[in-house]
């Protein structure tokens, strides 16, 4: 070999990109950061390309929660991280980022409080890839009682019944550190039909957070729109002298489904409507329905479908199937009574007519199916799904406000028109 060639050969390896050992330790990319934070808990998501190893721990004085990625290098997503920190967020005041080892990331969330974490992996589903989820419960889980009693007035009848439950905590039992309720115990001495308090009516929007339901061709996502008209009939039925109202979420963020019916069970609500809005293949389809549970087969082909359809809500929102209490969920899967789906029928044709005269109707009878969300044992339960927001026209007519506060208005009024002649199921002493 020539030197000239010699010289030639060397050049060109010199102009050779040189690889890191940084770039080929990291296997996964970060593709999208995102943040949901809510007085019950905040969840940070990091959507990967592939699964990683994650390893954490929580630090004191101050509170810290350490996170280690491997298989990961610095990026522009993982940076944007820090912008996404809102200044109200209940638990982190503020996260750092930082290539801790060749092959490791390491975030530090600077905390407001003491938590209890669950980190964990979900697999792709739906529009997601790969996700690493850290989800910051408060040490001492929010009791929804304890909730409910704060945000009513000081001669509430309702408040002054909360009170008396929380006097004895030893007897009530609390959430779990996860976030999950525990089923109420029967009322001792409970008066089913002569409790001076009143009416608890339990409002469920929909979806939430990683989880934003059927999306119509506008944008317009449904998670958003159900918990428009929930806030809406929220008002509708606090500003009522015998009822008030709970919602199992009042913001963007995901409760599971059974902790949806765990926590309407834990403030004893005497009924509970769960709000949505249909998506299906077919764009034309259009109209409101309204559903119960079904302890045997669904009672059409489409109850059937939508069902599965909003069963599948904690796998796209995402729950930590090895920290579920499967025992729980499946026993209060089992607990439905006839009474409850009875009552759940009467309550439902009476919403449904007069949802009839708001938007028509897809179904003239109470569909009925085996949706998770409706399966408490002792409350009547209905969901309601408010129109086609797949509809080009329906999606439409659920952006407009003054349309969302006639939806609200028609829940109430069959709800008022139900409790009217029936005596709450649920009622406690």
């Given at each position: 070999?020539?030197?000239?060639?010699?010289?030639?050969?060397?050049?060109t390896l010199?102009?050779?990109?040189v690889?890191?050992?940084?770039?080929?330790?990291a296997?996964?990319?970060?593709?999208a950061?995102?943040?949901?934070p809510?007085?019950?808990?905040?969840?940070?998501?990091?959507?990967?390309?592939?699964?990683?190893?994650?390893?954490?721990?929580?630090?004191?004085?101050?509170?810290?929660?350490?996170?280690?990625?491997?298989?990961?290098?610095?990026?522009?997503?993982?940076?944007?991280?820090?912008?996404k920190?809102?200044?109200?967020?209940?638990y982190?005041?503020?996260?750092r980022?930082?290539?801790?080892?060749?092959?490791?990331?390491?975030?530090?969330?600077?905390?407001?409080?003491?938590i209890?974490?669950?980190?964990?992996?979900?697999?792709?589903?739906?529009?997601y890839?790969?996700?690493?989820?850290?989800?910051?419960?408060?040490?001492?889980?929010?009791?929804?009682?304890?909730?409910?009693g704060?945000?009513?007035?000081?001669?509430?009848?309702?408040?002054?019944?909360?009170?008396?439950?929380?006097?004895?905590?030893?007897?009530?039992?609390?959430?779990?550190?996860?976030?999950?309720?525990q089923?109420?115990?029967?009322?001792?001495?409970?008066?089913?039909?002569g409790?001076s308090?009143?009416?608890?009516?339990?409002?469920?929007?929909?979806?939430?957070?990683?989880?934003?339901?059927?999306?119509?061709?506008?944008?317009?996502?449904?998670?958003?729109?159900?918990?428009?008209?929930?806030?809406?009939l929220?008002n509708?039925?606090?500003?009522?002298?015998?009822?008030?109202?709970?919602m199992?979420?009042?913001?963007?963020?995901?409760?599971p489904?059974?902790?949806r019916?765990?926590?309407?069970r834990?403030v004893?609500?005497?009924?509970?409507?769960?709000?949505?809005?249909?998506?299906?293949?077919?764009?034309?389809?259009?109209?409101t329905?309204?559903?119960a549970?079904?302890?045997?087969?669904?009672?059409?082909?489409?109850?059937?479908?939508?069902?599965?359809?909003?069963n599948?809500?904690?796998?796209?929102?995402?729950?930590?199937?090895?920290?579920?209490?499967?025992?729980?969920?499946?026993?209060?899967?089992?607990?439905?009574?006839?009474?409850?789906?009875?009552?759940?029928?009467?309550?439902?044709?009476?919403?449904?007519?007069?949802?009839?005269?708001?938007n028509?109707?897809?179904?003239r009878?109470?569909?009925?199916?085996?949706?998770?969300?409706?399966?408490?044992?002792?409350?009547?339960?209905?969901?309601?799904?408010?129109?086609?927001?797949?509809?080009?026209?329906?999606?439409?007519f659920?952006?407009?406000t003054?349309?969302?506060?006639?939806?609200a208005?028609?829940?109430?009024?069959?709800?008022?028109?139900?409790?009217?002649?029936?005596?709450?199921?649920?009622?406690?002493?």
């Amino acid at each position: 070999m020539t030197r000239r060639r010699i010289l030639a050969t060397a050049a060109t390896l010199l102009s050779l990109p040189v690889i890191s050992k940084v770039a080929q330790a990291a296997s996964s990319q970060i593709l999208a950061v995102r943040t949901w934070p809510a007085d019950e808990y905040t969840r940070v998501t990091l959507e990967l390309n592939a699964p990683l190893k994650a390893e954490h721990f929580t630090l004191s004085n101050p509170n810290r929660l350490v996170v280690d990625l491997q298989g990961l290098s610095m990026s522009t997503a993982l940076n944007s991280l820090i912008s996404k920190i809102k200044p109200n967020d209940p638990y982190i005041s503020a996260v750092r980022v930082a290539q801790n080892r060749a092959d490791v990331v390491r975030l530090v969330l600077d905390l407001k409080q003491a938590i209890a974490p669950q980190v964990f992996t979900l697999k792709p589903i739906g529009d997601y890839q790969y996700r690493l989820v850290l989800d910051l419960y408060p040490k001492v889980a929010k009791d929804p009682l304890l909730a409910l009693g704060s945000n009513m007035a000081g001669d509430d009848p309702l408040a002054s019944v909360l009170d008396k439950l929380t006097q004895n905590r030893s007897n009530i039992p609390v959430p779990s550190v996860n976030g999950q309720v525990q089923p109420r115990p029967p009322a001792a001495g409970g008066n089913r039909n002569g409790a001076s308090r009143p009416i608890l009516i339990a409002i469920d929007p929909g979806h939430g957070g990683e989880d934003p339901g059927a999306i119509g061709g506008m944008g317009t996502k449904e998670k958003d729109i159900v918990l428009a008209i929930g806030r809406r009939l929220r008002n509708l039925i606090n500003a009522q002298p015998n009822m008030r109202a709970y919602m199992t979420r009042d913001a963007d963020f995901f409760v599971p489904l059974h902790v949806r019916v765990q926590k309407a069970r834990r403030v004893k609500a005497d009924l509970f409507i769960s709000i949505h809005a249909d998506a299906f293949t077919n764009k034309s389809a259009r109209g409101t329905s309204v559903f119960a549970l079904s302890r045997g087969g669904a009672s059409s082909a489409a109850a059937r479908w939508l069902a599965k359809k909003e069963n599948a809500a904690d796998l796209i929102g995402g729950i930590d199937i090895g920290d579920h209490d499967r025992n729980t969920a499946s026993v209060l899967l089992d607990m439905s009574t006839t009474a409850q789906i009875k009552d759940s029928l009467d309550i439902g044709h009476r919403v449904l007519n007069s949802l009839a005269q708001v938007n028509g109707i897809q179904s003239r009878r109470v569909e009925q199916a085996g949706f998770a969300v409706l399966r408490a044992p002792d409350i009547p339960s209905i969901l309601v799904e408010t129109a086609f927001i797949s509809n080009p026209q329906e999606e439409r007519f659920l952006r407009n406000t003054n349309n969302q506060q006639q939806i609200a208005s028609a829940i109430l009024s069959g709800v008022k028109g139900y409790f009217a002649t029936n005596p709450p199921l649920a009622r406690i002493g």
